[in-house]
């Protein structure tokens, strides 16, 4: 208990010195961009005809970045799997299902995928992107999960789309090596601003990302609910 | 030639289609698995003979640094590339008959692409990246085996990792705060001069972050559990890959982000304390894969020692032989813990059965890592004395004379053991017995005639030394 209290307490101290020199260093409320910041936000549109700047910096501009956090998630999720692998969980009963619970998960699961959708085909256009977007599929599974006594999920399902959303993604970077001389690079037109049409690869590697994101934590689902599987 | 990049974009590539191979033949990860270290190598050593003295840049995205990252290669980071992909080449060599499972192969080569991430990128939130792509691949291998020791490392490297990835963030958004910039070189240009409190503070933090990988007190405790759990190729994956990156990281931002003696002080002191305290550790060891990874921590506190004393001496040698103690513990370490897999009764240090082979690599990796003469390793440590000696710090040259001599006890201990001990006939692995010929006969070769490793080595140094060069040439467009 002391020790839980020391502990607390140390930590306590940290952030408190952690706000303290950040705070007096960069106060809060100056606005002034400078550096990159102030360079992507001028030039943002213009360079890639997305309207959402944050989505050009994240996947043209840090492009290799984000891939880099995609691998990230791919390997947590590979590594949660292996680590299960060979302790079995023994299937947990589900708890009572009404009717309304498994009639309402049946009919919820569609729109929140195409909500989902929605989240990662707009990513260029309106708050969000490949990643929201994806977890949001990944609750429709979670909701089917646990909502439907019979529902399968097959693994091969898991493993061809995150395989090919994987690869596609590196290959849309090798196209951009091939046309612009640079990975990752934007080889399409960037079109009119604000249209779904726009912004030049962005909306691809989005669709890529969203499916990637969709079944890497579906997939991280079913190994905790059904333990680590071999094959 | 081949654009570098391609190494890093075909790992991935190749880690993301593993379940599909798999699918098609059992084999063929372990097949990529090879290939790939082949293919990294071809470019570094193309790249290493071939490139002219000014850093290459490669662009991603389309934009120029620092809108965009790039990836900066000068000869320090292709040396470093080299050697680990040389280490990867030979542990997927050596196991490429026995592993079966692709979930090992697809852990091995996302690995393998933190590294020569780390390695490659001239971007500072980049390489946090690839330095979390390193981690938890690292963190999935060490629990591997999952028994008692595995587990337990696994878990403590997972906590002391993941609180030492977010210092080392910290850092860099602190540096991004200060300078507007996350490429490496435009910071360092931004930091010459009189630098802020807050920069130290960023320092540090990063600093500590990477003393999680390079295995330096006090974040190394999680090392001796990873090692002696781990299996053997994953243990000498660990000493010759993941810490070789590692110290290569620490090496490029204290040189060129920071280069102030508070730092360089900062690293002796810790180095000391690392070597000292592992060594002594080693001396009372009973299992003998638990002082090998004592003594992989104070190999790598002896190379941030000589590195450091480079900030505080400024001879160009320290520099020089911290890079020699890392090829030779890279070398040796892969040598003897892939070769524990011969010596499967061989678990503590004063007892077991050997075969006749195998105590052969033992002793030469041994020797070389003590550095004996007649191997590389004697090159490395008798450098390290003369520093010593010639810039007047004697307290030093006789405390470090009296810790190889405990090295050399403890390695002596178990070599005496491995004569008298029963000989026993294990089925030896014909990949795994040529890797590591080839391995024991650079050693002594390279003991005996040290020109090519002493040229490679001057020229990485060279690169190094000239940051002018490398910032001039990233920021001055292109």
Do not use: C
């Amino acid at each position: 208990m002391i020790r839980k209290f020391l502990y607390f307490l140390i930590l306590l101290a940290f952030s408190f010195f952690i706000y303290a020199v950040i705070s007096a260093y960069f106060p809060f409320g100056e606005n002034t961009l400078t550096g990159v910041a102030k360079y992507y936000v001028d030039n943002g549109v213009k360079d890639l005809g997305g309207i959402n700047i944050i989505t050009s910096i994240v996947t043209v501009y840090r492009g290799f970045d984000t891939l880099g956090e995609v691998t990230v998630l791919f390997l947590s999720v590979t590594a949660l799997a292996f680590t299960l692998l060979g302790f079995k969980v023994e299937s947990r009963v589900l708890p009572d299902l009404t009717l309304i619970m498994e009639t309402g998960g049946r009919y919820l699961a569609p729109l929140i995928m195409l909500l989902g959708a929605y989240i990662f085909l707009h990513g260029h256009l309106t708050p969000g992107g490949g990643f929201p977007g994806g977890v949001n599929i990944a609750t429709a599974f979670l909701l089917l999960l646990v909502t439907q006594r019979s529902y399968k999920l097959r693994k091969i399902h898991l493993t061809v789309t995150e395989a090919l959303a994987g690869s596609l993604y590196v290959i849309v970077g090798l196209v951009g090596l091939y046309y612009v001389r640079s990975f990752l690079g934007n080889f399409l037109q960037t079109g009119k601003p604000g249209y779904i049409v726009s912004a030049g690869i962005i909306p691809i590697i989005y669709l890529l990302i969203g499916f990637k994101v969709g079944s890497e934590m579906t997939a991280a689902l079913k190994n905790l609910k059904e333990g680590g599987d071999e094959h | 030639m081949v654009n570098p990049i391609l190494i890093i974009a075909f790992l991935l590539l190749f880690a993301f289609l593993m379940p599909l191979l798999a699918l098609l033949h059992k084999r063929l990860p372990s097949v990529v698995a090879l290939l790939l270290p082949a293919f990294n190598l071809y470019v570094g050593v193309t790249y290493f003979l071939k490139m002219e003295f000014i850093p290459l840049i490669i662009k991603t995205g389309g934009f120029r640094p620092p809108f965009g990252i790039n990836l900066a290669i000068d000869h320090f980071s292709l040396f470093f590339l080299i050697l680990v992909n040389v280490v990867a080449l030979f542990i997927a060599f050596s196991y490429l008959l026995e592993e079966q499972d692709y979930k090992f192969h697809m852990l091995f080569l996302l690995n393998l692409l933190g590294a020569s991430g780390i390695i490659l990128t001239g971007d500072l939130f980049n390489s946090f990246v690839f330095l979390e792509i390193f981690a938890i691949s690292a963190y999935a291998l060490a629990a591997s085996k999952r028994e008692k020791h595995a587990l337990e490392g696994a878990v403590k490297y997972l906590v002391v990792g993941s609180i030492g990835s977010s210092f080392y963030l910290l850092g860099v958004f602190l540096l991004y705060k200060v300078t507007g910039s996350l490429n490496m070189a435009f910071i360092a240009s931004s930091l010459q001069g009189e630098k802020s409190g807050i920069v130290y503070l960023a320092g540090m933090f990063m600093l500590f972050g990477l003393f999680v990988e390079t295995e330096l007190f006090p974040l190394n405790t999680w090392a001796p559990d990873v090692y002696q759990g781990a299996y053997n190729r994953i243990a000498a994956q660990f000493s010759s890959i993941i810490s070789k990156a590692a110290i290569y990281l620490m090496f490029r931002i204290v040189f060129f982000l920071f280069d102030d003696p508070l730092f360089y002080k900062l690293l002796i002191v810790m180095g000391i304390i690392t070597f000292v305290i592992a060594e002594f550790n080693a001396l009372v060891q009973k299992d003998l894969k638990r002082m090998l990874g004592y003594s992989s921590i104070g190999q790598m506190g002896l190379a941030v020692l000589a590195f450091a004393l480079y900030g505080i001496t400024s001879h160009p040698e320290a520099f020089f032989t911290a890079l020699l103690l890392v090829v030779n513990h890279a070398i040796s370490k892969a040598m003897i813990f892939t070769n524990l897999e011969n010596m499967p009764e061989y678990a503590q240090v004063d007892t077991g059965k050997a075969n006749p082979f195998s105590s052969l690599m033992f002793t030469v990796g041994a020797l070389s890592v003590m550095g004996f003469p007649f191997t590389l390793g004697f090159w490395a440590k008798i450098e390290v004395l003369g520093i010593l000696l010639r810039s007047n710090i004697l307290w030093l040259f006789f405390l470090i004379l009296i810790l190889f001599m405990v090295e050399a006890f403890y390695y002596f201990r178990v070599i005496s053991n491995l004569m008298r001990s029963e000989v026993v006939s294990v089925k030896l692995n014909p990949l795994l017995t040529v890797s590591l010929v080839v391995f024991a006969l650079f050693l002594l070769y390279q003991g005996f005639y040290p020109v090519q490793t002493f040229i490679w080595t001057n020229k990485a140094l060279n690169a190094f030394l000239n940051k002018a060069i490398y910032i001039s040439t990233i920021t001055g467009g292109l």
